[in-house]
């Protein structure tokens, strides 16, 4: 890994339209956003900007996630997730995630781990 990450630094990254179709869910009569694809939108946020600190034989991997969405949920036609780097040890990287939607309403929160890999040990180029 490139230096640079130190725990309380974050980013963050918005999923608008494009990804609409994927994070809508018909429940009840009323769109609503799906718990798994919310996970997906704060996980691919921390990935991207791990993904910046990886040397060219490194990538990280999604080992943990565990999020919870209040109750009402609202509803989202766009999701700016925020992972704030909680703790580096060794290859192992923890995160605070949480999700706003286009009005700045909370729709999720929680933990993800990730792991740096050496991509020629598993196998990947």
Partial sequence: MRPGLTPGMSYTSTEGRETAS?????????????????????ER???????????EDE????????IERPAP?????QITATAMLREVEG????????????????????THERRIILRQRFGQT
């Fill in 22 to 42: 994927s994070i809508r869910a018909l429940g009840s009569g009323a769109p609503g956003v799906m718990l798994a694809d919310l996970a997906g939108t704060m």
């Fill in 45 to 55: 946020t921390a990935r991207r900007w791990l993904t910046e600190f990886c040397e």
């Fill in 59 to 66: 990538q990280s991997v999604g080992v943990y996630v565990c």
């Fill in 73 to 77: 949920f609202p509803d989202a036609e």
């Fill in 91 to 110: 290859r192992r990287y923890g995160f605070d995630v949480t999700a706003v939607n286009e009005r700045g309403e909370p729709v999720a929160s929680g």
